[in-house]
């Protein structure tokens, strides 16, 4: 290829890179992966027919098969990429006879068939179509016709390549020519760049300028740049080509070209906020960066092993996986300090390690690949919970669905599914990562890439790579594994989400005979259909014998139960994973006198199959004592939207009961917990935005009821609780408010802080201890939540006792032709005369007060906080928080003025700060006029100011 660059010229550039073929290179694979990649993936003949003829597998360096450890990376590259072309290359041509070439060929094509494999309408054939691979003589080099056949299928499959064949304006086109320029050494015979026509003065000026930034040899090219290096660049290119028109120099259009040349290839841009500076040129300088870390050092040994091999730390990275930050620096000695803090968040990014508390003040990272490749089976025995161990199967699978069948043997699992390079290691570390915190404590987790034992919530898990069924199996010891299971499904999601797009997963049982397997989802259907016979696979059961044989994978029932805590939350990405967390974590607290555990109603916990799930999540908040509802941007975005209040929004509609229950006793405490934005900081470490500083709800947020969301509320609440009166129609800026507003809520923003405080920088590592501390305590601010939810739930537990009878008045139905109880009491509220001396009001005299005024909507948060007449003539702007905004707080300033009997200078200040002043002006003309009518002496005085 490099021969032929020097006979053609700079048509087309490639840039190509190579992975390792050992276990701990796998999971590097789907960090580069694209649609747009030419993946060739490179096998033994010689291995692949002694296989065949033999019967005898030739293990290599994973204890793999040679067809088995070429399917690995046929199912990688089929997971992580859904197009792009596949060329097979297979070496040592020259050791097997032309007869064997057809019969690896036959065998291959024939296993791709019947798996129905993606990949194989992806494989670029040799010319004359006679094999599916191109065979290479090993001792012929260069002259082999099977290089050469390679070589010219490779051009030409580039050349056909969407990348080569879009149309661009050509300044984008002369940039592509400028990156890849940079990447090759500045003096060289072959370079022609500066001869081209359409090359300005100001490019090639610009393009030294980049060049003499960076120390690097003049015969090596620049491996990266920064963004601002590309940006110089992209405005020389904008300016105008020799017979062009100038470009578009504005920041999207810059942004846009980033993200055009990070899909042709030409470099690699992460999106992430703390690594949006750095712009990789050639990404074998990224991959011997990460190689210097994920290595086998037997077969890969660096100058550096020789002074580290006798440090503890080495031994427990390659030993156990665990990185210690003062060892990054050692490792990667070759790279600058900002390089090794740029290698360690890409780690990072990519799932390449995690966060990792090595010891009781030191965090440090676990990195999969690095992880033993077996575990002792006794630290896989599970502790007895109810005394059975109960297994579901994780099918992974490259098509569209397993099978039509309802049933699978062992054999059509082996030969449908497959589990990708690196896969079960990077489950495994997500996994261990979610179930740090006091389960860390009671018992840390054993993990290895083949099996694992940690714990999930309060119980154990264990998972066992099949490489018998090509599945991943998951044994419990619980009674009911749903919620558990929804757990690892999770962490699936955000696998497949990142980094492995071709992928499926289905959920497996075996039946009671053990010899057959059935979706989980077929058996939960059969079930909440309610028949009292049904089939599984070919037999028959009762349903009975069908709670006995699957009650583990069956929706948890809880009709009449209470819960401590329900989690409402919106499906995105920053909410789900922080919701995720914090149910695990809160799952793991104990509550009451007897030590409990803590019952949630979290929807991939309690959502039963079969029932409308509105229904149920709404039945399931009337029976809770805490609602936790979790509170970012996006789940704020829909709410902000006026054009979405014509259909109903389900988290809206949440937060709406729940502040219905609370005016009626039935939900104690609403605890939001409020999420800000995260974001990189200079020295590698973890920042998160003040949630309320960037939400203006007086603003931001619809004065106007959402109708559709209002209808449902009220439908639920008149079919559940005859004896209530209809919620308050409260705006979209009201629920907000009253949701933002609650005292006990969670800031996770100052939790972040806290953890941050108690971390010290410093030492070997700098930056990159720092950036270990910080992802570490990000990890912790949804455990530190859990412990402050279930210290709530312990405060309000005494109260449970009365949640039953509550619902049970609240479910009475209305005596006929008589008014509404709630309706009436209102009404004789607002007839009610109040005490002339507000210190002596009682907590519902001020509930009283404030219906007399219209404001009902704040009665349950003031009897909440104990307000009775003296406090609340304490109170401040401070206090009343966003009571005082827009006109409700009109009123309630009119009401302070027209009730209360002594002068309230101090009172108004407060209660009048942030208002415009005309404003001011208008209420102290109005105070004092009322101050004259109440006597001498009284009246209220309030400068402009």
Not at 701 to 715: H, K
């Amino acid at each position: 290829l490099q021969q032929q660059r020097q006979q053609h010229g700079d048509e087309l550039h490639m840039s190509i890179f190579d992975m390792g073929g050992q276990a701990e290179f796998w999971p590097l694979t789907t960090m580069f992966l694209r649609n747009r990649s030419i993946s060739l993936i490179f096998a033994r003949l010689d291995e692949l027919v002694a296989e065949l003829q033999q019967g005898k597998m030739a293990q290599g360096d994973n204890d793999l098969g040679a067809a088995e450890e070429l399917m690995v990376w046929v199912d990688a590259v089929a997971a992580a990429t859904d197009a792009g072309p596949v060329l097979l290359v297979f070496t040592f041509a020259d050791a097997v006879g032309s007869e064997a070439l057809g019969l690896v060929s036959e065998h291959l094509e024939r296993l791709l068939q019947q798996q129905d494999h993606p990949l194989l309408g992806r494989i670029q054939r040799p010319a004359d179509g006679g094999l599916l691979f191109f065979a290479v003589d090993n001792t012929k080099s260069l002259g082999c016709a099977g290089v050469q056949a390679l070589r010219a299928q490779l051009q030409a499959t580039a050349e056909k390549s969407d990348a080569a064949q879009q149309r661009v304006p050509l300044q984008l086109r002369l940039l592509q020519d400028v990156v890849s320029e940079l990447a090759q050494p500045s003096m060289r015979p072959d370079s022609r760049f500066e001869q081209k026509s359409f090359v300005t003065p100001q490019l090639l000026s610009a393009l030294m300028t980049v060049r003499q930034r960076y120390p690097y040899a003049a015969n090596q090219g620049l491996p990266r740049i920064e963004l601002g290096d590309l940006r110089l660049l992209y405005e020389a290119c904008m300016a105008g080509c020799k017979g062009t028109r100038a470009g578009d120099h504005s920041d999207a259009a810059f942004r846009l070209c980033v993200d055009f040349l990070h899909l042709q290839g030409a470099i690699t841009h992460f999106n992430s906020p703390s690594l949006d500076n750095l712009v990789i040129i050639d990404p074998m300088w990224l991959l011997d960066s990460i190689t210097a870390i994920i290595r086998k050092p037997a077969l890969h040994p660096r100058p550096s092993d020789q002074q580290l091999h006798f440090l503890p730390a080495y031994t427990d990275l390659y030993h156990q996986g665990l990185l210690d930050v003062e060892l990054v620096p050692r490792l990667l000695s070759e790279r600058s300090k900002e390089e090794q803090l740029n290698v360690m968040q890409i780690m990072l990014l990519a799932g390449l390690a995690i966060p990792w508390q090595l010891g009781p003040d030191n965090h440090g990272f676990l990195v999969p690949a690095l992880l033993p490749a077996q575990v002792a089976a006794e630290a896989l025995q599970l502790g007895p919970d109810d005394g059975r161990v109960r297994s579901v199967f994780i099918a992974p699978h490259s098509l569209r669905h397993l099978g039509k069948a309802s049933f699978f043997s062992a054999a059509e699992l082996q030969a449908r599914c497959h589990l990708p390079a690196g896969l079960f290691g990077q489950l495994m570390a997500l996994l261990a990562n979610l179930s740090q915190g006091s389960s860390a404590l009671r018992q840390p987790a054993v993990l290895s890439r083949s099996a694992a034992r940690l714990f999930l919530g309060a119980h154990e898990v264990v998972v066992v790579e099949r490489k018998d069924l090509h599945c991943m199996e998951v044994r419990v010891a619980v009674q009911n594994a749903v919620g558990l299971l929804q757990q690892i499904v999770q962490a699936l999601g955000v696998l497949r989400s990142r980094r492995y797009a071709g992928l499926h997963f289905e959920l497996l049982v075996a039946t009671p005979s053990a010899e057959l397997f059935v979706r989980a989802a077929d058996v939960q259907a059969s079930y909440a259909a309610g028949e009292a016979q049904v089939y599984v696979g070919p037999q028959r059961l009762r349903r009975v014998e069908l709670e006995q044989a699957f009650g583990y994978v069956l929706p948890v029932q809880n009709p009449h139960g209470l819960y401590h805590c329900f989690v409402s939350y919106r499906h995105a990405e920053v909410d789900s994973s922080a919701a995720s967390r914090f149910v695990n974590a809160l799952l793991q607290q104990t509550v009451g006198e007897g030590g409990g555990h803590v019952n949630v109603f979290y929807d991939t916990l309690s959502l039963q199959e079969g029932k409308e799930f509105c229904e149920a999540f709404m039945q399931g908040l009337s029976r809770t004592l805490v609602c936790v509802p979790f509170v970012s941007e996006g789940s704020l975005c829909r709410m902000r939207d006026t054009d979405m209040l014509d259909r109903v929004d389900h988290v809206l509609l949440e937060w709406q009961l729940a502040v219905h229950l609370g005016r009626k006793g039935v939900v104690k405490r609403i605890v939001p917990v409020l999420i800000g934005q995260m974001a990189q900081q200079g020295a590698g470490g973890l920042s998160m935005s003040n949630l309320l500083e960037q939400v203006a709800v007086d603003r931001d947020f619809p004065d106007q009821v959402n109708e559709p969301t209002y209808g449902r509320l009220c439908e639920f609440v008149q079919r559940e609780f005859p004896s209530s009166e209809l919620p308050e129609r409260l705006t979209v800026r009201q629920i907000v408010q009253l949701t933002l507003s609650q005292r006990t809520a969670c800031l996770c923003w100052e939790l972040l802080r806290e953890a941050e405080d108690r971390a010290q920088a410093g030492g070997l590592g700098g930056a990159i201890r720092t950036l270990a501390d910080s992802h570490s305590a990000a990890d912790r601010v949804y455990v530190q939540c859990a412990v402050r939810v279930a210290a709530v739930i312990n405060g309000v537990l005494p109260e449970s006792a009365e949640h039953q009878a509550l619902l049970q008045g609240l479910r009475e139905p209305r005596e006929g032709g008589r008014p509404d109880r709630a309706w009436a009491s209102q009404q004789q509220q607002q007839q009610t005369p109040l005490p002339a001396d507000v210190r002596t009001w009682t907590v519902s005299q001020v509930q009283v007060w404030l219906n007399q005024l219209g404001l009902g909507v704040y009665a349950a948060q003031f009897a909440g906080e104990e307000v009775d007449g003296t406090t609340l003539l304490l109170l401040d702007e401070h206090d009343l928080g966003f009571y005082v905004r827009g006109g409700k707080g009109c009123r309630m300033r009119e009401g302070f003025g027209a009730v209360l009997n002594f002068p309230l200078v101090s009172f108004s200040v407060l209660l009048l700060a942030g208002y415009e002043s005309a404003s001011c002006a208008a209420l102290c003309a109005g105070q004092g006029a009322a101050g004259n009518n109440r006597g001498q002496g009284d009246r209220v005085v309030v400068s402009q100011q």
